[in-house]
């Protein structure tokens, strides 16, 4: 039976890639399925005209400061990896599952990143901006001060979440408990008000 991470089957791996320097390199075009890598160093990296992975697992790699645009990374699994300063547009990860990674002043604009799992994770310094993220798994996530702009959240797994000052604007807050979860200092728009109210069992009428 294959490791379960989060409730989820790690991906069947049938290669391995082990301590590849892809420093700096323009990595477009760049495809996996089903291999292992192991400390794979991409920091600075850029992939114009995108990547392609596809069940893969990544295990120690680096993708600090690293600009991607219109890459696939589905179905994967993060293992200690390092985000720090990294820079996503239109990308996709759905489905992908991160186990005690860093995000630190990552950036993700656009893309699909439906349901991923990412629970307990610090992401206090992340900017998502009008991101699909639905029936992600943020149980427990550490969001106080983020940016979580114009991000669609449907049906996901919001419980026990920290969006204490977090920017949330824009955002689908539908499936978001104001009562067990804390939103002190978040910043939200009036329609996502009424949401919170009625989240709350309130009665909201217009007269």
Same mark, same amino acid.
């Given at each position: 039976?294959?490791?379960?991470?989060?409730?989820?089957p790690?991906?069947d791996?049938t290669?391995?890639?082990?301590?590849?320097?892809?420093?700096?390199e323009?990595?477009?075009g760049r495809?996996?399925?089903?291999?292992?890598?192991?400390?794979?160093?991409?920091?600075?990296?850029?992939?114009?005209?995108?990547?392609d992975?596809?069940?893969c697992?990544f295990r120690?790699?680096h993708? %600090?400061?690293?600009t991607?645009a219109g890459?696939?990374?589905? %179905?994967?699994?993060?293992?200690?990896?390092d985000?720090?300063g990294?820079?996503?547009?239109?990308c996709k990860?759905?489905?992908?599952?991160?186990l005690r990674c860093?995000?630190?002043?990552m950036?993700?604009?656009?893309?699909?990143?439906?349901f991923?799992?990412?629970?307990g994770?610090?992401?206090?310094t992340?900017?998502?901006?009008?991101?699909?993220?639905?029936?992600?798994?943020l149980?427990?996530?550490?969001c106080?001060?983020?940016?979580?702009?114009?991000?669609?959240?449907a049906?996901?797994?919001?419980?026990?979440?920290?969006?204490?000052?977090?920017?949330?604007?824009?955002s689908d807050l539908?499936t978001?408990?104001?009562v067990?979860?804390?939103v002190r200092?978040?910043?939200?728009?009036?329609?996502?008000?009424?949401?919170l109210?009625?989240n709350?069992?309130?009665?909201?009428?217009?007269?």
């Open positions: 039976m294959p490791e379960l991470v989060h409730g989820r790690t991906p791996t290669e391995t890639v082990a301590d590849e320097d892809w420093y700096g323009d990595i477009g495809t996996g399925e089903h291999v292992e890598y192991v400390d794979l160093e991409l920091s600075e990296t850029t992939s114009n005209g995108g990547v992975f596809s069940e697992v120690g790699t993708f %600090n400061r690293s991607h890459a696939l990374f589905a %179905n994967c699994l993060f293992v200690d990896c985000f720090f990294a820079s996503f547009t239109e990860f759905i489905g992908s599952t991160f860093k995000f630190d002043r950036t993700v604009r656009g893309g699909d990143w439906s991923i799992a990412v629970p994770a610090d992401l206090r992340v900017n998502f901006e009008n991101v699909r993220m639905q029936e992600a798994d149980t427990g996530a550490r106080s001060g983020a940016v979580l702009r114009g991000v669609d959240l049906r996901a797994s919001l419980g026990r979440i920290d969006v204490a000052g977090a920017d949330l604007r824009g539908s978001l408990d104001p067990s979860v804390d200092g978040a910043v939200i728009d009036w329609q996502q008000a009424v949401t109210a009625k709350l069992g309130l009665d909201v009428r217009s007269d």
